[in-house]
């Protein structure tokens, strides 16, 4: 009787081993948000020639396919309109249900800490948001910070619905963004990927082949002194919180990220290289809109701020289908963590309404970018200035100091600056022949130029 318990026992343990679950990574699971009116990609483990069956409860399809000689499946399975709840079931040996899924809009919140902060670390009415954040139909995912040094298959983490609870630790600029989403696009559900990480430099976010391979890049990246609460190594961070969930269908990206690039020169070639390596990886060209750093006193070096934010200006012109939001009329100068989380993430949800979602929006006025430097016309000892999204362009304080203008000899001077038919006119008694021009060039400057929007002008300098 013994023997043959125990070759039962044997028997199963043998059968286990042959036939292994079918197994998903964590970004597939109870209560998450799937994009809606898309192809998306559901992949996962099992045996090798083992058959697996999904069916998707909103139309009952059944999609097949067999596992792969390295124990891996993947699936493309069609998503409808946007709506809720449903369920999956996938089989195989065994079968997998995943519950309280809905089916929206899926946006990927990432970048330093400013991205990262959440209403528990004490941002602008934080404990009467988090009391009102109750809305099953806003979903979180938080990749926890990890690194690797190869690309990983999986990561920690799951999905939930967003609750006081839930909320108060989550990026706080992606909450604001899915309530505001919510508000114009009725009941579209927002699903939201957090993949933040304080102090790090945008290196760590990119493949590490695609610094390596670059001479510019590269030089910049050794530059990085090592800290002691983040890595400064490139891929390191990508291969542990990007390179997981790069197959999963998203609508576009949120970045805020820039304070620990401060003193490069060549910022604007590096987020390039992120936004155009992270699109790579995803097979689709999505929109990614980040915001502009805030003008902050950054050490010894009184431009060392504002050059990071002109270059990323120069993104806008150099990467398709990217949008910026300005922050220096609600940032604090004196704090590199401004606590107004709210209206960072309402600008960031009124771009995406604009150029992501214009015909289902309700927006009254498209006008949602700052004002951005065009281009400039000299004429004799006079200096012409115009500008993208100039409509009702006003100083705040009726006249402005922030112009400053240069001859060949490249040193500046403060001009005197009046608007008319939306651009600005500038003249210097000390510069006969003007030839470069900048405005609010410098770390802390706030800009005093504004459009109807009551948005701000970008800092730039044309040299």
């Not at 990480?197 to 530059?223: F, M, R, S, Y």
């Not at 401060?262 to 070639?269: A, I, T």
């Not at 390039?272 to 050490?299: C, H, M, N």
């Not at 006008?367 to 281009?375: A, C, S």
Request: net charge neutral; glycine share 6%.
């Amino acid at each position: 009787m013994k023997n043959n318990i125990f070759k039962f026992v044997f028997f199963l343990l043998i059968s286990s081993t042959m036939m292994a679950n079918v197994t998903l990574p964590n970004i597939f699971g109870d209560n998450m948000v799937l994009q809606r009116n898309a192809e998306v990609k559901i992949w996962g483990w099992a045996s090798p020639k083992e058959e697996i069956k999904l069916v998707s409860s909103w139309n009952n399809q059944e999609y097949k396919v067999v596992a792969n000689n390295q124990a891996q499946w993947e699936l493309h399975i069609k998503t409808p309109e946007a709506g809720g709840p449903f369920t999956i079931s996938i089989k195989g040996y065994n079968e997998v249900v995943l519950k309280n899924i809905l089916i929206g809009e899926v946006w990927l919140c990432t970048g330093q800490s400013n991205m990262e902060m959440s209403a528990s670390w004490g941002i602008d009415n934080g404990e009467e948001e988090m009391k009102n954040a109750a809305n099953p139909n806003i979903r979180f995912f938080t990749v926890p910070k990890l690194t690797a040094t190869t690309p990983q298959n999986n990561l920690l983490g799951n999905w939930v619905e967003s609750t006081p609870e839930t909320m108060k630790n989550f990026s706080a600029i992606g909450y604001f963004f899915a309530k505001r989403l919510r508000e114009d696009l009725k009941n579209v559900p927002i699903g939201l990927i957090s993949s933040n990480w304080g102090g790090t430099p945008a290196e760590i976010w990119i493949p590490e082949e695609v610094v390596q391979n670059d001479p510019v890049l590269l030089e910049n990246a050794k530059k990085l002194n090592e800290q002691e609460y983040g890595p400064r190594q490139p891929g390191r961070a990508y291969n542990a919180m990007i390179y997981p969930i790069t197959g999963f269908k998203i609508a576009g990206t949120l970045w805020y990220q820039g304070e620990s690039n401060v003193g490069s020169l060549v910022y604007n070639k590096t987020l390039s290289a992120l936004i155009t390596s992270w699109r790579k990886a995803w097979q689709d060209e999505f929109p990614f809109y980040f915001v502009q750093i805030a003008p902050y006193k950054t050490g010894s070096n009184n431009f060392s701020n504002v050059i990071v934010r002109n270059s990323q200006r120069k993104i806008l012109k150099e990467v398709p289908k990217t949008g910026m939001v300005l922050t220096s009329d609600i940032s604090d100068t004196i704090d590199i963590h401004p606590k107004n989380k709210k209206d960072v993430g309402i600008r960031l949800a009124n771009l995406a309404l604009a150029e992501t979602y214009p015909e289902a929006s309700g927006l009254k006025s498209n006008l949602v970018n700052g004002p951005l430097f065009k281009d400039f016309k000299v004429e004799k000892n006079k200096v012409i200035v115009s500008f993208d999204y100039a409509e009702g362009l006003h100083f705040k304080n009726k006249i402005s100091n922030q112009f400053e203008l240069a001859g060949a000899d490249g040193i500046f001077f403060p001009a005197e600056a009046s608007i008319k038919n939306n651009q600005v006119i500038l003249v210097s008694k000390k510069v006969e022949n003007p030839v470069k021009v900048r405005f609010a060039w410098g770390n802390t400057i706030q800009s005093d130029l504004f459009n109807k929007a009551n948005l701000p002008a970008s800092c730039f300098i044309v040299e």
